[in-house]
C-alpha cells in the first residue's frame, strides 16, 4: 500500500471485532516502527502491549478510579489549561461530530458519560498499547514519541488493523504503571488496536482537514 493511501485509511477506530491479534503481528510492526527517527538516535519508546484477562483487569480499574470521582491526571498537559480560537471550535466540532454520529444530544449527559467511559475500556479493543518516555528526557522526545506512535498506527493499516490513540488512556498513570510494573517512566498516551469493526456506525465518518494552503506557506 502506498503511504499516501495508508496515511488516509489511518483513521480513530472506535468500535473492534472480538478477534485477537497475533504476537507475530504487532512484534512485525513495532519491528518496524522501530526505524522511526529520533533526535540523535536516542529512541526514547517504551511500549507495554496488553491484552488477555490483564488487559480487562487494567480496564476495570481505570473506570472503577473513574466512576469513584478520583479526578484525571496525566504525567503532562496533553492540552492547553484555556482554549483559544482556532482550536476551541475545532474541538468541539471533533466532538459534534462523534455524538451526531451516535445520536447523541447535546442534553443527554448520560449517553456522553457512558461514551466517554469507553475510551477507559480503549473501545473493548482486543489489544491495548501503552507508550512510554524516560522522565530525564525533555520536550524534544515528545516529537521523537509522536514519530513512534505514528508509525506504529500506520503500520496496522498495512497489517489490516485499526486503532485509536487515546490520550484517555493516560489520565490515571499511575494505575497503568502499578498495574504493568512500570516506574516513573512518563506515560505518553494508550492506543486501541484491533480488527474494525466495519458495521460499527462510530466508525462510519471521517474527520474533516485543513486545505494545504490554510497551513502553509511557501517562500520561493
Ligand atoms: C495523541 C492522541 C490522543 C488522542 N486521544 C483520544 C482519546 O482519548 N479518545 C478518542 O476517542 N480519540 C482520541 N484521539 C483521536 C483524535 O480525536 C483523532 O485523531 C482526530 O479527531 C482526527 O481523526 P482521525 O484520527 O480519525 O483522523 C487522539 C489522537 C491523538 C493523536
Redesign the pocket.
Known amino acids: 500500500m502506498s503511504i499516501a493511501k495508508t496515511l488516509q485509511e489511518r483513521?480513530?477506530t472506535?468500535a473492534f471485532l472480538d478477534k485477537p491479534v497475533p504476537r507475530s503481528v504487532i512484534e512485525k510492526i513495532l519491528k518496524a516502527a522501530r526505524h522511526a527517527p529520533s533526535g540523535t538516535n536516542t529512541q526514547p519508546w517504551k511500549v507495554a502491549v496488553v491484552s488477555g484477562e490483564k488487559r480487562h483487569a487494567l480496564s476495570d480499574k481505570i473506570v472503577a478510579a473513574f466512576q469513584s470521582g478520583q479526578p484525571p491526571q496525566m504525567d503532562y498537559h496533553y492540552y492547553p489549561q484555556n482554549w483559544t480560537e482556532p482550536y476551541k471550535t475545532r474541538r468541539k466540532e471533533?466532538g459534534l461530530q462523534l455524538y451526531q454520529t451516535l445520536g447523541i444530544t447535546r442534553e443527554d449527559k448520560e449517553r456522553q458519560k457512558e461514551q466517554w467511559l469507553a475510551?477507559y475500556r480503549a473501545f473493548e479493543a482486543p489489544v491495548v498499547l501503552f507508550f512510554f518516555m524516560d522522565p530525564v528526557l525533555e520536550k524534544g522526545s515528545f516529537v521523537d514519541m509522536g514519530m513512534f506512535?505514528q508509525s506504529v498506527m500506520l503500520m496496522a493499516v498495512e497489517e489490516g488493523l485499526a486503532t485509536?490513540?487515546?490520550?484517555?488512556?493516560g489520565e490515571y498513570p499511575d494505575i497503568v504503571r502499578a498495574a504493568l510494573g512500570y516506574q516513573d517512566e512518563v506515560l505518553i498516551?494508550g492506543m486501541a488496536l484491533g480488527y474494525e469493526d466495519k458495521e460499527a456506525v462510530i466508525n462510519s465518518y471521517?474527520?474533516p482537514r485543513l486545505d494545504v494552503e490554510e497551513f502553509t506557506r511557501f517562500f520561493e
Do not use: I
Open positions: 483513521k480513530s472506535r471533533c475510551n506512535v485509536c490513540p487515546q490520550a484517555s488512556l498516551c471521517r474527520t
